[in-house]
C-alpha cells in the first residue's frame, strides 16, 4: 500500500501539488522503508520534484554506496540524486526544457515545435531525425524512394522506370 502511495503522492507533482509537501512526504521513505519497492517507488517519485528536492541528495547518494540496499534501489538512487542535481543546475541557469534524447537544452521555440508535433520535448536536431523516422513520413520517404528509382532507370535509359 505505501508502494502505490508513494506513486500516486508523486504524480500529484504532475497536477500542481506542492513540491516542498511531497518532498516532505516522500523524503523518509526514500531513507528507509520496510520494502524495498516502496523506497524505489518513493525515490523515483522524488524525481518529479526536481530542485525542490536538491536536500534529498546527500541522503540518495547514501543510498546507493550502501551495499546493503537491493541493486534496482541503489540504481534508482543514483539516477534520481543525478536528475535532481541536474533540475537544480537548470533552475540556477535558467533552463527550462531538455531534449529527451539528448538531454541538451531546448529553446522555447524548439519545445513548443516538438510538443505540437509530438508531444514530446526534442531539440531541432533530435526532433528531425524522428520526424523522418516517424510515420508520418511515409510518403515522403516514398517519394524520395520512387524519384530516387525514375532517376537511377532514366540513367540507364529505361523508360519504364526500372519496371
Known sequence: MQRLAASAIGKLVEF???????????????RQARHPQTQQYAIRALKKCGAAA???????????????????????AATVADAIEQASADVEQGVKHRC????VAVSQGEFERSSQAFQRIYC???????FLQSSNCLDLRLALTN???????????????GR
Open 54 to 76: 536538491r536536500l534529498c541528495v546527500a541522503d540518495l547518494r547514501d543510498v546507493a554506496r550502501n551495499p546493503a540496499n537491493r541493486d534496482y534501489v541503489r540504481a534508482a
Open 16 to 30: 500542481g501539488a506542492d513540491t516542498g509537501a511531497v518532498v516532505d512526504a516522500l523524503a523518509p521513505l526514500a
Open 124 to 130: 531541432d536536431r533530435c526532433f528531425d531525425e524522428v
Open 147 to 161: 524519384s530516387a528509382i525514375g532517376s537511377w532507370s532514366t540513367i540507364k535509359g529505361d523508360e519504364n522506370g
Open 100 to 103: 529527451q534524447r539528448c538531454n
